[in-house]
């Protein structure tokens, strides 16, 4: 168990409105990551983090934005959904020591924009 | 660029059959990773496996091998006598290995079902 928890874990909301989804860790881990889940594409990166306020985009970050000011939380902002975005939000962290190099996952956050 | 393809979008089975889920990747590094992690009907992701490119030994954890060849790039996932409990969508993915962030790629997944 990485110690990640996600809020919420289910959203409703229009299109247009702001959204902020939050991902929460407890182990100190520096880098955080933000996934999106869709049918037919598997899980493809939005944003990531190596560090307080140090953060960089990945393959799918146009609508995006993610905020890191502490350790253990990770910001990720929808500043006006589109139905497009729609999908399942995994947020994981990397454990990275000597004996292991592994990415865990969050429970997942369901967001439907209507 | 990075790419994994897992060709097989659902494969469904009776319990106790034996049955391998495809990866194929395409990667420029010299050294990355691949994984495998398993999405239960509840949604988690539950890491299986991290194999490094460097070490092609195939490995078995109970009911679960993994076969790694580096000549075809693909990193193969068996399941020997099937459970309904095995149920679930696979994914695999690949990273570069080395410092900094491990951004994964991932296939597209595949669905599995056990029947019983």
């Known amino acids: 168990d990485a110690g990640i928890t996600q809020s919420p874990r289910h959203k409703v909301t229009e299109t247009g409105t702001p959204v902020t989804l939050r991902c929460h860790q407890t182990e100190n881990h520096r880098y955080m990551y933000w996934y999106r889940q869709d049918p037919g594409h598997g899980l493809r990166l939005i944003h990531y983090?190596?560090?307080?306020?140090?953060?960089d985009k990945g393959e799918v970050s146009d609508g995006y934005s993610v905020s890191r000011s502490k350790t253990e939380d990770f910001l990720l902002t929808l500043e006006s959904a589109t139905s497009s975005q729609t999908s399942v939000y995994f947020c994981a962290i990397s454990e990275r020591t000597a004996s292991t190099d592994t990415q865990y996952f969050g429970p997942g956050t369901r967001l439907t924009v209507l | 660029a990075q790419k994994v393809t897992q060709a097989q979008t659902e494969i469904s089975v009776v319990e106790k059959e034996d049955v391998t889920l495809d990866c194929v990747y395409e990667?420029?590094?010299?050294?990355?990773?691949l994984f495998w992690y398993k999405q239960p009907p509840s949604g988690e992701l539950v890491f299986l496996i991290r194999r490094n490119s460097f070490d092609e030994q195939n490995e078995i954890s109970g009911r679960y091998s993994w076969n790694f060849q580096k000549s075809t790039s693909s990193f193969n996932f068996t399941i020997t006598a099937s459970q309904v409990v095995d149920s679930a969508v696979y994914f695999c993915?690949?990273?570069?290995?080395?410092?900094?962030?491990?951004?994964?790629?991932f296939g597209q997944g595949t669905r599995l079902t056990i029947n019983p």
């Open positions: 983090s190596y560090g307080v306020k140090d953060t």
């Open positions: 990667t420029r590094d010299t050294t990355y990773y």
């Open positions: 993915a690949l990273s570069p290995l080395g410092q900094g962030a491990q951004k994964l790629v």
